[in-house]
């Protein structure tokens, strides 16, 4: 059974920091691109980050580039998305996902998914 399980959300204060963690079981990923998406209350899933199967190739949304970073771990089967100067405009479930191509992720989605782990931005 392959299972994306995120980790490392939270409650934080405007400004700060969170770093988020996807581990992946049941198969290997180091040949996919991986992701981050996020949905907010009442919106549509947005396009965070995603990362190629070598890590030589990163996309972001506009929202959040120059403040987030995706990195990843093909012995760990992980991806983590380090969140820096947090908004309160970022408050939502983040979940991980994982395709063979980051540009088919970006446009539809992942193959695979996380449960998604809640982050929440304070004012």
């Known amino acids: 059974q392959v299972q994306l399980v995120e980790s490392g959300g939270g409650l934080v204060q405007a400004g700060g920091s969170l770093r988020l963690s996807c581990t992946a079981s049941?198969?290997?990923?180091?040949?996919?691109?991986m992701g981050w998406f996020r949905q907010a209350p009442g919106k549509e899933r947005e396009f965070v980050a995603a990362?190629?199967?070598?890590?030589?190739?990163?996309f972001y949304g506009n929202s959040v580039k120059g403040r987030f970073t995706i990195s990843r771990d093909n012995a760990k089967n992980s991806v983590y998305l380090q969140m820096n100067s947090l908004k309160p405009e970022d408050t939502a479930v983040y979940y991980c996902?994982?395709?063979?191509?980051?540009?088919?992720?970006?446009?539809?989605?992942?193959?695979?998914w996380g449960q998604g782990t809640q982050v929440t931005v304070s004012s």
């Open positions: 996902a994982a395709a063979p191509g980051i540009a088919t992720m970006q446009r539809r989605g992942g193959d695979y």
């Open positions: 049941g198969r290997s990923f180091s040949r996919d691109g």
């Open positions: 990362i190629s199967w070598g890590g030589g190739s990163m």
